[in-house]
T-cell receptor, first 113, second 116 residues
């Protein structure tokens, strides 16, 4: 069963704690992306990676970190430096090339109190 | 910088009536445009894309979109709406960062509500 998975679906953390969100894909996609979704703001790009061991900051990278050690995996860490971490986080992947649509995971809803 | 705008936060339509969800874009060069749908607490699903060719693009679930270069628009349409089409719809445009590196810019979304 091919696809892109995110875990966990819901995550609760105390303020000041780092937390890592998982994203795995078995679609053999080269590119992977992390977005944050807040009501009324659409999707905002956090980080993206076109190939293994390389990634770029998106529009709102502050307070987040990523790694891309394997083609299939692109975990996102929300650090304590992120001022407002409570949000719905979406991971996506796509083939390289400029004509390709993205495939999205089911999302992780993070609540920090 | 590339951008897309979805001017309507919400669109209401009666079941069986045609629906239109609007999207306008601003790009340099050729626009690569996409529509996605999101159901509650789920990820986005790809509906259709315009890369080149025919201005009328057909996609999943009976949706289609019309690319209009002179009006810089890419409106999503469906001839007959279903209650199950009720969801959040996003328009997106591809932006070239460098050779071989791309990112996607999303609109703020339009909530479609189909009334029975």
């Amino acid at each position: 069963d091919g696809g892109i998975t995110q875990s966990p679906k819901y995550l609760f953390r105390k303020e000041g704690q780092n937390v890592t969100l998982s994203c795995e894909q078995n679609l053999n996609h080269d590119a992977m992306y992390w977005y944050r979704q807040d009501p009324g703001q659409g999707l905002r790009l956090i980080y993206y990676s076109q190939i293994v061991n390389d990634f770029q900051k998106g529009d709102i990278a502050e307070g987040y970190s990523v790694s891309r050690e394997k083609k299939e995996s692109f975990p996102l860490t929300v650090t304590s430096a992120q001022k407002n971490p409570t949000a719905f986080y979406l991971c996506a992947s796509s083939f390289s090339g400029n004509r390709n649509e993205q495939y999205f995971g089911p999302g992780t809803r993070l609540t920090v109190t | 910088a590339q951008s897309v705008a979805q001017p309507e936060d919400q669109v209401n339509v009666a079941e069986g009536n045609p629906l239109t969800v609007k999207c306008t874009y601003s790009v340099s060069g050729n626009p690569y445009l996409f529509w996605y749908v999101q159901y509650p607490n789920r990820g986005l699903q790809f509906l259709l894309k315009y890369i080149t060719g025919d201005n009328l693009v057909k996609g999943s679930y009976g949706f289609e979109a019309e690319f209009n270069k002179s009006q810089t628009s890419f409106h999503l349409k469906k001839p007959s709406a279903l209650v199950s089409d009720s969801a959040l719809y996003f328009c997106a445009v591809r932006e070239v960062i460098a050779s071989g590196t791309y990112k996607y810019i999303f609109g703020t979304g339009t909530r479609l509500k189909v009334l029975a």
